[in-house]
């Protein structure tokens, strides 16, 4: 069964890091894309990263480009997002996403998700 299980939410304080993990088990990880969305309360889900695991290109928003970077660990099956300088409006649950690949990275909907991680930024 492919699953996505995400690690590393939390509460920090504005400026701060965290470093989301995205494991992956029970599909072949170098034919998927994978990234993470987010949902804040009261908002539409919002796209935030994604990397192509086989030749690692990678997809950012806006709002997160020169603060957070995607990676992937392709022997242990692991994604991460690198969060820099997190802002209060960062405040959502994390999930992560899996789409079959290739796919285009600026219309990736994601075919199977994580449960989500809740990260909280204090002003």
């Known amino acids: 069964e492919a699953q996505l299980v995400e690690s590393g939410g939390g509460l920090v304080q504005a400026g701060g890091s965290l470093r989301l993990s995205c494991a992956a088990s029970?599909?072949?990880?170098?034919?998927?894309?994978i990234g993470w969305f987010r949902q804040a309360p009261g908002k539409e889900r919002e796209r935030v990263s994604f990397i192509q695991i086989t030749d690692g290109i990678t997809y950012y928003a806006e709002s997160v480009k020169g603060r957070f970077t995607i990676s992937s660990d392709n022997i242990k099956n692991m994604v991460y997002l690198q969060m820099n300088n997190l802002q209060p409006e960062d405040t959502a649950v994390y999930y992560c996403a899996a789409e079959g690949s290739p796919t285009d990275l600026e219309t990736f909907v994601g075919d199977f998700w994580g449960q989500g991680t809740q990260i909280t930024v204090s002003s």
């Open positions: 029970g599909f072949i990880f170098k034919d998927y894309a």
